[in-house]
């Protein structure tokens, strides 16, 4: 099996780096790409874990601007010191401990300290709104992270600031320079009309994205179809990956993909020209499930 969508604690998973690759191979997971946001930490951490039939990929989840809402892009098969992509990743990070420090000043005006000395205490390089709705439970200050996004971390919250994300094309161009392939990440989850998804996808395209990622956790079969139908008209590639976070949530396991429609099945990723890491002998490529 390949998963190449995947998260440890240091973004907002639940496992560490070692435990998250230990899992995979328990699993039968062949190839994994590990793609924290904005974060390749966790592939420096494993530059010297081995296990036989099992191979890291380098992997990357990239949050950017396109026309003015968020929309992520995994990278994948990158050289991991590329001095561009690196620095590209540490202005990432900046931006969200700003608006880190930013939510914490107006959680503590609002009678809601404490936050800063929590998130120095994680483990996580990438600080993101599901920390400080994690931390609002644990202090007291709601019951939920639902109820922390709905009345304080969500678009019509208390507490707002927005962050200036990277470009879509610049982030495009970067991990292509970088040696690795773009990946437009779950694209049903914008809330995009059928119009505006197809001018994203033509934008990404033009910028010199290489897939759209078609097979995901949760995915309802319909919109996968649907995916698969807008990947083949772009000219573009089909990618998978569970978006694992945590065990707990067992229909987001590692390798719980769905296989590729058969109409896009000669366009899986791993069939690229760049696509330089080769599946082990007589693997299928993903392992076929019922959600």
């Given at each position: 099996m390949?998963d ?9 998973g ?10 995979a191979?328990?699993?039968?997971i062949?190839q994994?790409?590990?793609?924290d946001h ?10 010297t874990?081995?296990s036989?039939?099992f ?10 601007n396109w026309?003015?809402r968020?929309?992520h892009?995994v ?7 590329n ?20 939510l914490?000043?107006q ?14 205490q ?25 109820l922390?996004?709905?009345k ?9 600031t927005s962050?200036?994300?990277c ?9 292509r ?5 773009t990946v437009?990440a ?7 009309n059928r119009a ?9 395209a033009?910028a ?12 309802h ?9 807008h ?5 573009l590639?089909a990618?998978v ?7 707990s949530?067992?229909?987001?396991d590692l390798?719980?993909?769905?296989q ?5 099945a ?10 330089n ?15």
């Open positions: 390949i190449l969508h995947s998260h440890t604690w240091l973004s907002d639940d496992l560490s780096p070692l435990a998250l690759a230990e899992r191979v328990q699993l039968g062949r994994l790409a590990i793609t904005d974060s390749i930490a966790a592939h420096l951490a494993l530059k874990f081995v036989n039939d191979q890291l990929l380098a992997g990357v989840e990239i949050s950017t026309e003015g968020e929309v892009l990278g994948l098969l990158f050289d991991l010191e001095s561009a992509l690196t620095s590209l990743l540490s202005q990432q990070q900046q931006l969200r401990w700003s608006r880190a420090d930013n914490g000043m959680m503590e005006k609002a009678g809601m300290p404490g936050l800063s000395n929590y998130l120095q994680l483990p996580c390089e990438s600080v993101g709104r599901t920390h400080i709705a994690e931390y609002m439970v644990k202090a007291g200050y709601v019951g939920s992270k639902q922390a996004f709905s304080y971390l969500g678009k019509r919250g208390r507490f707002q962050i200036p994300w470009d879509l094309q610049h982030a495009t161009q970067i991990l320079q970088a040696g690795g392939l437009l779950h694209p049903d989850r914008y809330d995009f505006r998804l197809k001018r994203l996808i033509s934008v990404f033009e010199g994205g290489d897939a759209i990622e078609v097979s995901y956790s949760n995915l079969p319909e919109k996968m179809s649907a995916l698969a139908e990947t083949l008209q772009a000219g590639w990618s990956g569970s978006d694992f976070h945590t065990p949530n067992t229909w987001m390798g719980r993909i769905r590729l429609p058969p109409s896009c000669a366009r899986a990723i791993w069939y690229h020209p760049r696509w890491v080769a599946l082990p002998a007589n693997t299928p490529a993903v392992q076929a499930v019922v959600a």
